[in-house]
């Protein structure tokens, strides 16, 4: 590749956020350079599961039908609260989908490279960047000894934060959560059902069960060391799977001697809102952003939104062959309209409902009972809904007198 040639926008970084944007670049015909450090299929730790907003832009990538024929549909979930009662639901109707979806990331991140480049991003592997240097008219990005020039750069580089430090772009410890998952076999608990369980951890925390094909299923654990808790945590984010692996909604989901492959765990970035979102020829996407979820974890949809975003606000640059300080400070505007309220309903929850677990029981309870309010947590819970509809004085009212 010609280290002179000057490609309209570079994105490093070839995950969701990462595929999403050079997607939607190359199909409005710019030339887009994609770089990943790893050489595809690689693996990402990752819960698996894909949720209806992922989907819808899945599907307007025109990978839908090919994730799905590697994904299992859920139908329903199982939550079970801080004092072991266990509250099962159906996932609420949605107007196009039947399910949310689980798909190794393994597949899935492959999927979504393969359309980008099918689309005309060009994908150069094994680029572990390491440096982005402004020029007069551009930027140079290098990944060890190769270079490549861009008029606009697009960091998608995930909850790995080494770049954006020695960048000096992120100045401080962003907020994590610490997950691990592996990978079982033996399921024979329903398949089409995710559990989610609250007891016998010191919370914030939650150990999951999310099904796979063929009778496997992604089985995870995480934790924030933060509040009432935060010295009674575990070490290690596996030693918080260790844990929930003796869990009895573990025991019980899968045939007697159960074992994990793969266990990986890694870091999640939760700091959307203080996170920085740009730099001078640099538009920041996906977890790198800190877009994920401070209650439930999940970020791919997160990631494919912004991604998508990104490459909007690109879009729009190059056009105005305009990259200044407005249109840089205009993506960060419209990534807040997007996500910054729902995140912080989401902190807000997480950080009272796990510093009072009593009231997660509560919720649990009259989710049991009440179908109205069981989709109302399910759908702010999956991001189609806004949170605040939770605290409507009706359902408080039915929050504080359900016996
Ligand atoms: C244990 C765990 C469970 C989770 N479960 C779920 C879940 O079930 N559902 C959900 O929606 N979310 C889940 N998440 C969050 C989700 O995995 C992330 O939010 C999502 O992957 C973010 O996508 P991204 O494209 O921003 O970054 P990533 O998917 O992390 O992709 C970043 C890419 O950048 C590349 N890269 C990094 N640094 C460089 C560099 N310097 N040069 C070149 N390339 C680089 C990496 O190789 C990678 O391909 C989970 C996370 C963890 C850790």
């Known amino acids: 590749m010609d280290a002179t040639q000057m490609h309209d926008v570079i994105v490093v970084g070839a995950g969701p956020a990462g595929a999403a944007a050079a997607h939607r670049l190359a199909v409005q015909g710019r030339d887009v350079l994609l770089l990943d450090k790893a050489a595809f299929p690689r693996d990402k730790t990752c819960g698996d599961a894909i949720s209806y907003r992922a989907m819808k832009i899945v599907e307007e990538m ?20 801080p004092d ?36 005309g991003a060009q994908l150069v592997e094994n680029a572990h960047v390491d440096a982005i240097q402004p020029l007069a008219e551009g930027v140079q990005v290098s990944a060890g000894e190769n270079m490549f020039r861009a008029r606009l750069v697009i960091l998608a580089v995930g909850a790995n934060s080494a770049l954006l430090r020695r960048q000096d772009i992120l100045k401080e410890q962003p907020q994590t959560m610490l997950a691990a998952r592996g990978y079982a076999r033996g399921l024979q608990s329903d398949p089409h059902e995710i559990i989610f369980s609250y007891d016998r951890m010191a919370l914030p925390a939650y150990g999951w069960i999310f099904p796979l094909p063929e009778g496997r299923a992604n089985v995870g654990a995480g ?13 290690t984010a596996r030693e918080s799977l260790d844990i929930y692996m003796q869990n009895p909604a573990v025991q019980a989901a899968f045939t007697t001697g159960i074992t994990l492959d793969e266990v990986k765990s890694f870091p999640l970035r939760v700091d959307f809102l203080r996170a920085p979102k740009f730099a001078p020829r640099t538009l920041i996407a996906g977890e790198a952003a800190g877009l994920v979820n401070p209650l439930t974890g999940e970020g791919i949809d997160y990631a494919l939104e912004s991604g998508r975003m990104a490459a909007d606000g690109a879009l729009a640059m190059l056009a105005a062959n305009d990259f200044g300080a407005a249109r840089l400070d205009e993506y960060a505007r419209s990534l807040n309209r997007a996500f910054a309220r729902f995140f912080r309903y989401h902190a807000v929850f997480r950080d009272t409902l796990f510093t009072y677990p009593w009231l997660l029981n509560r919720l649990m309870a009259l989710g049991a009972h009440d179908r109205q309010f069981m989709d109302h947590l399910l759908n702010s819970a999956l991001g189609i809904l806004d949170p605040a509809k939770i605290l409507a004085p009706r359902f408080l009212a039915r929050l504080a007198f359900h016996p």
Do not use: C, W
């Open 84 to 119: 072991g009662r266990e509250v099962a639901s159906a996932l609420p109707r949605h107007p196009e989908y039947t399910g949310v979806l689980v798909i190794p990331r393994l597949q899935l991140d492959t999927l979504l490279k393969d359309h980008a480049v099918t689309a």
């Open 223 to 235: 934790f924030f060391r933060i509040g009432p808790n935060k010295d009674q945590m575990p070490a």
């Open 62 to 81: 025109g990978a839908l039908d090919g994730v799905r024929k590697v994904a299992q549909e859920i139908r329903s979930v199982r939550f079970v609260a």
